[in-house]
């Protein structure tokens, strides 16, 4: 039996093949589940394993994805994100939009009892910590490694001069930490800001060569 694997945002998935013999009630029931995790994906909410839904359902929820849209949760997660000053625990970086990564799915870690095992991380350290170079998922345990090693690197591709004034992101925004985020939106704003200087001095072409 073959499925589909999890795909990252945006890329399409290959359809769900089966052996001969599957009836069509295990097929549709199969579908039915990859079709709901697919969905979490989109919403950004973590694929969720077995032992994501039994600690959940331990605690009263129906799955993960219900205990990751309780209350209890984002208390949780407001929490964490208080206790690391909402800077990334990956890059060291900052940002207005930061996750919560969970190291660990047990159940006393679910239930807030230890948050030693919770990392406030940013977007872009988020997907290169559960997605490799080549879009394959990372789970908890392959993970925790990437993020402990950490990412300190705060290079990024000079912004292009003539293309300032179009809100494109380059290809690697994804996967760039807040810290090569925040790196290049202020070499954005700085050339933005000589462009229009050069415009006043009509020294436009001096920028977009």
């Given at each position: 039996?073959?499925?589909?694997?999890?795909?990252?945002?945006?890329?399409?998935?290959?359809?769900?093949?089966?052996?001969?013999?599957?009836?069509?009630?295990?097929?549709?029931?199969?579908?039915?589940?990859?079709?709901?995790?697919?969905?979490?994906?989109?919403?950004?909410?973590?694929?969720?394993?077995?032992?994501?839904?039994?600690?959940?359902?331990?605690?009263?929820?129906?799955?993960?994805?219900?205990?990751?849209?309780?209350?209890?949760?984002?208390?949780?997660?407001?929490?964490?994100?208080?206790?690391?000053?909402?800077?990334?625990?990956?890059?060291?970086?900052?940002?207005?939009?930061?996750?919560?990564?969970?190291?660990?799915?047990?159940?006393?870690?679910?239930?807030?009892?230890?948050?030693?095992?919770?990392?406030?991380?940013?977007?872009?350290?988020?997907?290169?910590?559960?997605?490799?170079?080549?879009?394959?998922?990372?789970?908890?345990?392959?993970?925790?490694?990437?993020?402990?090693?950490?990412?300190?690197?705060?290079?990024?591709?000079?912004?292009?001069?003539?293309?300032l004034n179009e809100?494109?992101?380059?290809?690697e925004w994804p996967?760039?930490?807040?810290?090569?985020?925040?790196?290049?939106?202020?070499?954005?704003?700085?050339?933005?800001?000589?462009?229009?200087?050069?415009?006043?001095?009509?020294?436009?072409?001096?920028?977009?060569?």
């Open positions: 039996m073959s499925f589909f694997a999890i795909s990252r945002k945006n890329e399409p998935r290959a359809p769900l093949r089966f052996v001969d013999g599957v009836s069509e009630e295990i097929k549709q029931e199969i579908t039915a589940f990859f079709l709901e995790v697919e969905g979490q994906r989109q919403k950004g909410i973590p694929f969720a394993t077995n032992d994501q839904d039994i600690s959940a359902q331990s605690l009263g929820f129906t799955n993960y994805a219900d205990y990751m849209a309780s209350k209890k949760w984002e208390r949780i997660r407001r929490r964490v994100l208080k206790r690391d000053c909402r800077r990334c625990l990956c890059c060291s970086g900052t940002a207005s939009q930061m996750y919560v990564h969970h190291r660990s799915y047990t159940q006393k870690v679910l239930a807030g009892e230890d948050d030693t095992q919770l990392a406030s991380i940013c977007e872009g350290c988020h997907e290169f910590i559960h997605w490799d170079e080549s879009g394959k998922y990372r789970d908890a345990r392959a993970a925790d490694p990437v993020l402990v090693q950490g990412r300190r690197n705060s290079d990024f591709l000079i912004p292009n001069g003539a293309l809100l494109e992101y380059p290809p996967r760039m930490s807040a810290l090569q985020r925040n790196g290049w939106q202020r070499e954005c704003d700085r050339l933005r800001n000589l462009l229009q200087t050069a415009k006043k001095r009509g020294n436009k072409s001096a920028l977009t060569k």
